[in-house]
């Protein structure tokens, strides 16, 4: 199981971003919801090796799906970047150890 935090935002409250993460028997699986269009960047990387996931951008309104492997890492940092730099927010992507 993974618990998701927002680490870190200037970004106005319009542009909401919804983030779920669902671990799978060989990948974690992290959905993202954008409700109003806006050209982000989105970078994934993992506290491990500091590797990078995901570096991709969002021209529209829309979601991604990541699929990613979740074995020997113990968190991420996922970090949505306005293109003109303006604005961002991080999260921080933990696994909860029961």
């Known amino acids: ?28 699986l992290i ?5 109003h269009p806006l ?6 990387r993992d506290h491990k090796r500091n590797s990078l996931y995901a570096d991709c951008q969002n021209h529209d309104s829309g ?5 990613l492997p979740s074995f020997e890492v113990s968190s991420y940092t996922l970090r949505f970047s306005e293109s003109s730099g303006k604005f961002y927010r991080v999260f921080r992507i933990m ?4």
């Open 31 to 35: 959905n993202m919801d954008f409700e």
């Open 39 to 44: 050209e982000l960047e989105v970078d994934l």
């Open 1 to 28: 199981m993974y618990a998701i935090f927002d680490a870190e935002s200037n970004m106005p409250s319009q542009y909401a971003i919804a983030v779920d993460v669902h671990p799978t028997d060989n990948a974690l």
């Open 63 to 67: 979601a991604y799906r990541l699929e």
């Open 95 to 98: 696994k909860a150890f029961c």
